[in-house]
């Protein structure tokens, strides 16, 4: 019997540790899961927007006075999902605006 396991970087916590098989969502890509912090991931995504990648280059055009149109144009994704990443921002840095 053979075992295959993924050593992967968490993102969510600087550690290595093994990664087990999740799910399969409905776009058919398989999730994963850390054993360590009990996150989940996928590696595939069918929406290019809810990629990590996409979602730092988003925030990357909006500090450099990039619009909002501007930026979905570049990044080819909807200007509504360019919309839902900034106003999130504040749950990703754990700001309170007072």
């Known amino acids: 019997m053979i075992i295959a396991?993924?050593?992967v970087?968490?993102?969510?916590?600087?550690?290595?540790?093994?990664?087990?098989?999740h799910d399969i969502n409905l776009g058919g890509h398989?999730?994963?899961?850390?054993?360590a912090c009990y996150q989940t991931f996928q590696l595939g995504y069918?929406?290019?927007?809810?990629?990590?990648e996409r979602k730092a280059q988003t925030i990357e055009l909006a500090m450099n006075n990039s619009g909002i149109r501007d930026s979905s144009r570049v990044l080819h994704i909807n200007i509504n999902l360019v919309i839902i990443?900034?106003?999130n921002l504040h749950t990703l840095f754990?700001?309170?605006p007072s």
Request: charged share 25%.
């Open 5 to 7: 396991t993924i050593d």
């Open 9 to 21: 970087k968490c993102r969510f916590y600087p550690q290595t540790k093994t990664v087990k098989k």
């Open 30 to 35: 398989q999730g994963y899961r850390y054993q």
């Open 46 to 52: 069918t929406c290019r927007a809810y990629q990590a």
């Open 85 to 87: 990443v900034l106003k």
């Open 94 to 96: 754990n700001y309170i």
